[in-house]
């Protein structure tokens, strides 16, 4: 929404909107000359928006119940969902997806980096701060390319017909969407389809393709660790502070290719960045070059505080399985340290239907401080709290807090890496945190 708003921003429009939360992004955002406010205006909002010339655009994030959307509703608004202006916008690009249940923000945060760098330059619309640009939003009016970030929350990803497309993950997920599996990947099978004909379409080697009913002029390349993969990610290494990986493709070794991020999931991303830039005619320099340069998303193995007796690092990860390759990263990089995950788990929804993952997954880390479910667009559930999801995870080491209490719960022990996890609002305890601890 972020970047969306940026975006009309830079074409001369005047920008307003509402957030839950007064964030770093918000003040950001407000102090570029948007006007955001926070608080449910209700009918009230009409007296400060005109009907002629406005578009009001909305997340599915907002509940149903909010009641300045209801008023713009009532009083024929021209309202649409965020996905269907970001369909509007790319139709005049060349346009450049990145859909998966995870890693999504990172691939697309990497492609828009590479193809900036070269002479067509890029635009670009990300769901985090591309930590490069300081922001979600890349605008270069004379390019004629834009990177989405295809969402798959709400189906949102089906407004986008793209050039090129990268599918990083398909793991069940937004289950209260599609109420099981097999819905989320017919609107992948869906999507996927929508590419153009002529276009490069990039897909991990952990996605089995035979669940797909692919149109006859799709044609897929496949990256990844497995060996028969299209493009292929081998000898991943950690020297002297940086990592290195080779890639395999049918016809050639790329070898020794620097990294600036850690974690073999990133280092996939990197690959699918790679191979699609490679198959769109990207010189190899210039993607070399450009991985060398990236700094990262914030937010996503976002180093705090990086120090010889003491480390922070924040990360987004809210699902089991983004939670379990952080950690086990997290670990490598440490492996003789104590690891202590702070986490806020994201919808109730989630919890419930990945309560035996979350558990697991969050079992990796030596200590865990858990906060409060951060309910987004929902209401409770009954019997699905982080109260209940502690009991299941198997550590002697555990502890509930919240938002208030976290920085002096934490100072109450002895920590060597600090790890903050989560989607919701958790953010707002990062530098409280880091503060404490750098």
Same mark, same amino acid.
């Given at each position: ?6 975006y ?10 509402y957030d ?7 003040t950001l ?7 955001i406010h926070?608080?449910d205006?209700?009918n009230e909002v009409?007296n400060?928006?005109p009907?002629?010339g406005?578009?009001?655009v909305?997340?599915?994030?907002v509940?149903a119940?909010?009641?300045?959307l209801?008023?713009?509703?009532q009083?024929?608004?021209q309202v ?8 509007i916008?790319?139709?005049a ?7 998966? +249940?995870? @890693?999504?923000t990172?691939?697309s945060?990497?492609?828009? %980096?590479? #193809?900036n760098?070269?002479?067509? !330059?890029v635009?670009a ?5 591309a ?10 009016k004379?390019?004629?390319r834009v ?5 798959e ?9 793209p050039?090129?497309t990268i ?5 069940a ?9 097999d819905?989320l990947t017919?609107?992948f099978?869906e ?14 080697s952990?996605?089995?393709l ?11 390349? +496949?990256y @990844? ?5 299209d493009w292929?990610? %081998?000898? #991943?290494?950690y020297?002297?502070? !940086?990592f ?8 050639e ?6 990294f600036g ?5 990133n ?7 790679f ?8 010189l190899?320099?210039?993607i ?25 690092i ?12 952080f950690l086990?990263s ?13 986490f806020?788990?994201?919808l ?5 239907d990945?309560?035996?993952g979350?558990?697991?997954s969050?079992?990796l880390?030596d ?6 479910i951060?309910?987004a667009r929902?209401?409770?559930i009954?019997?699905?709290t982080?109260?209940?999801?502690l009991e299941e995870?198997?550590m002697?080491?555990?502890f509930?807090s ?5 920085v002096?719960?934490?100072k109450?022990?002895?920590?060597e ?7 919701g609002?958790?953010?707002?305890t990062?530098?409280p945190i880091t503060?404490?601890?750098?």
């Amino acid at each position: 929404m972020s970047a969306l708003a940026r975006y009309f921003h830079s074409q001369g429009k005047s920008v307003s909107g509402y957030d839950k939360t007064r964030t770093e992004l918000t003040t950001l955002l407000e102090n570029e000359g948007i006007d955001i406010h926070y608080e449910d205006w209700g009918n009230e909002v009409l007296n400060h928006v005109p009907r002629v010339g406005t578009v009001v655009v909305f997340t599915p994030a907002v509940p149903a119940s909010f009641g300045e959307l209801n008023a713009f509703q009532q009083e024929g608004y021209q309202v649409i969902k965020r996905a269907k202006a970001l369909g509007i916008i790319s139709e005049a690009f060349e346009t450049f997806a990145v859909a998966g +249940t995870h @890693g999504k923000t990172t691939t697309s945060s990497i492609l828009a %980096h590479v #193809l900036n760098q070269t002479s067509d !330059k890029v635009n670009a619309f990300i769901g985090g701060i591309a930590s490069n640009y300081n922001s979600n939003c890349i605008i270069n009016k004379d390019s004629t390319r834009v990177v989405v970030e295809a969402d798959e929350f709400d189906r949102s990803f089906l407004q986008l017909y793209p050039d090129n497309t990268i599918v990083t993950s398909m793991d069940a997920d937004h289950l209260d969407i599609y109420g099981d599996g097999d819905h989320l990947t017919q609107s992948f099978n869906e999507f996927i389809n929508q590419t153009k004909s002529y276009g490069v379409i990039l897909v991990n080697s952990k996605i089995d393709l035979q669940q797909f009913e692919l149109a006859d002029n799709i044609r897929i390349n +496949t990256y @990844g660790v497995d060996g028969h993969t299209d493009w292929r990610l %081998h000898a #991943l290494k950690y020297s002297e502070g !940086k990592f290195y990986f080779d890639i395999i493709s049918r016809s050639e070794i790329y070898r020794n290719i620097e990294f600036g991020l850690p974690g073999q999931h990133n280092a996939e991303n990197a690959t699918a960045v790679f191979a699609l830039c490679m198959e769109v005619g990207v010189l190899e320099a210039d993607i070399r070059e450009a991985f060398k340069t990236f700094k990262g998303v914030k937010r996503r193995f976002d180093f705090k505080v990086r120090k010889d007796d003491m480390v922070v690092i924040d990360d987004y990860a809210h699902h089991p399985t983004e939670i379990d390759a952080f950690l086990r990263s997290v670990k490598k990089l440490y492996p003789e340290r104590k690891i202590t995950a702070v986490f806020q788990p994201h919808l109730f929804s989630r919890t419930r239907d990945f309560m035996a993952g979350f558990a697991e997954s969050l079992a990796l880390a030596d200590e865990l401080y858990l906060l409060p479910i951060y309910p987004a667009r929902e209401l409770p559930i009954e019997g699905i709290t982080s109260e209940v999801l502690l009991e299941e995870v198997n550590m002697y080491d555990k502890f509930m807090s919240t938002k208030d209490s976290i920085v002096e719960d934490l100072k109450k022990g002895e920590h060597e890496v600090i790890c903050i996890i989560g989607a919701g609002d958790i953010d707002t305890t990062v530098q409280p945190i880091t503060n404490a601890f750098e």
